[in-house]
């Protein structure tokens, strides 16, 4: 049997097509991969706001590039139901395809929302719990009645990086620069993770000029006046309103209140843990 023999000219282009076949499986190799690592990270999204919130669809629209976005919110608004647990009636989702693929309206509260996402409608383990873009300020003790912090909150219990953003209006939303920063923040975070039991609580200032930066802030005191006014119907039957006056803040040099005035935006880091160590001391040396 003769053997093949090569011309210089045909080992030549022999070699350089193997070598660009194997160039391009590497790319394809690679570009698998990356497509693989995105789909792999996955962000639920909440508020309590309800679905059909600018707040919540501007922050999933900012978090897209990031991962896959998965939301998960109230059918309505549930503002200030704080951590409340829907226990006394089934609760059912179902899809708003309107709004993209993968939205899910709930009947139920923010905390209800975040659990039936992590254990029923996403398809494994989220790495990541958005909570927002609220439509008013959650600073103070604001977060003790907040439905969209509660949702980082129960994150934060299931053991899943959390966090909460509001932005600092009423009227006249712009959300684009609390979006912009909740990606950004997002990415961190993936990167980075949290410290253990622990959520952070974001507050974007909107004062009509760009934040300035961001401050790394304690959780402020809010000074609160009559908050429940007490009001007379038609029929002369006294009824009752809470809230309705404007609260001022303790003026705390390193506050969410005070980052915020100074159009800075504002990220507390919150744990779990409510106990007052400062006090076991004390009150272990009571007769009760």
């Known amino acids: 049997m003769r053997p093949i023999v090569f011309s210089n000219s045909r080992f030549y282009a022999f070699t350089l097509s193997a070598k660009w076949l194997f160039y391009i499986f590497i790319c394809l190799y690679l570009r698998k991969s990356a497509s693989l690592l995105e789909i792999k990270l ?19 629209r900012a978090l897209d590039p990031v991962a896959e976005v998965w939301v998960v919110a109230p059918d309505r608004e549930q503002s200030a139901c704080s951590h409340s647990l829907t226990m006394n009636r089934p609760l059912r989702w179902k899809r708003v395809k309107n709004f993209g693929d993968r939205f899910y309206a709930v009947n139920g509260t ?15 383990r989220p790495n990541l719990i958005v909570s927002g873009i609220n439509i008013g300020e959650n600073l103070g003790e604001d977060i003790t009645y907040s439905g969209t912090v509660s949702a980082a909150i129960e994150g934060a219990i299931l053991g899943i990086p959390s966090f909460a953003i509001s932005l600092v209006a009423r009227n006249h939303c712009l959300f ?16 980075f993770g949290l410290p253990r039991n622990t959520f952070l609580n974001v507050n974007v200032p909107a004062q009509g000029k760009k934040p300035r930066s961001y401050k790394i802030t304690r959780m402020g005191k809010r000074i609160y006046g009559e908050s429940v006014q007490e009001k007379t119907g038609s029929r002369g ?20 209140f005070k980052a915020v005035a100074k159009n800075f935006i504002s990220i507390t880091p919150l744990h779990l843990d409510w106990t007052n160590y400062a006090s076991i001391e004390t009150l272990s040396k009571r007769k009760i």
């Open 42 to 60: 996955k962000i639920l999204v909440s508020n309590d706001d309800g679905i059909q919130s600018p707040g919540l669809l501007a922050l999933a």
């Open 110 to 124: 923010p905390t209800d929302c975040v659990l039936l996402g992590t254990s029923k409608i996403l398809p494994e």
């Open 237 to 256: 039957r006294k009824y009752y309103i809470i809230g309705g006056n404007d609260p001022g803040y303790a003026d705390t040099e390193d506050s969410d």
């Open 176 to 191: 684009t620069p609390a979006a912009s920063f909740a990606a950004r923040l997002a990415r961190n975070i993936l990167q």
